[in-house]
């Protein structure tokens, strides 16, 4: 969405804005989204000056870890093929715990 600070975001239903902020540094934009996940919605988005007014619709998730631990995995292996001078790869083994692994009898 190429948010930035100061930006203001309005939540649309209908053609209407539903809900008007002003995203702040700190600020979650997930209290915007509530209750919307797996719903397609339409944010109004523009700078505080009203400059660069543009509509994008989305469909909220309902939970972002898988996309975080996307995110992690791919970070690492940057950091390893930048350390190593790709000579080295990342190897990402998912949930290599008792729970993970099947029992082979």
Same mark, same amino acid.
């Given at each position: ?11 649309? $239903? /209908? /053609?209407? &804005?539903?809900?008007v ?12 989204l509530? #209750?919307?996940? #797996? ?8 700078? $505080?000056? #009203?400059? +660069? ?6 469909? &909220?998730?309902? $939970?972002?870890?898988?996309?975080? +631990? ?15 001078? #790709? ?6 083994? &998912?949930?290599?715990?008792?729970? /993970? $692994?099947?029992?082979?009898?």
């Open positions: 969405m190429e948010l930035k600070t100061g930006d203001v975001v309005m939540l649309k $239903s /209908g /053609g209407q &804005p539903l809900t902020a002003e995203v702040k540094g700190d600020d979650d934009i997930q209290r915007l509530e #209750g919307t996940a #797996g719903h397609a919605i339409t944010l109004h988005v523009a700078s $505080s000056s #009203g400059a +660069n007014a543009r509509d994008i619709t989305v469909i &909220p998730i309902r $939970s972002e870890a898988a996309l975080r +631990n996307s995110e992690w995995i791919e970070d690492n292996q940057r950091k390893v093929d930048k350390l190593s001078g #790709g000579k080295l790869a990342y190897v990402y083994l &998912p949930d290599t715990g008792a729970g /993970g $692994s099947p029992q082979r009898g």
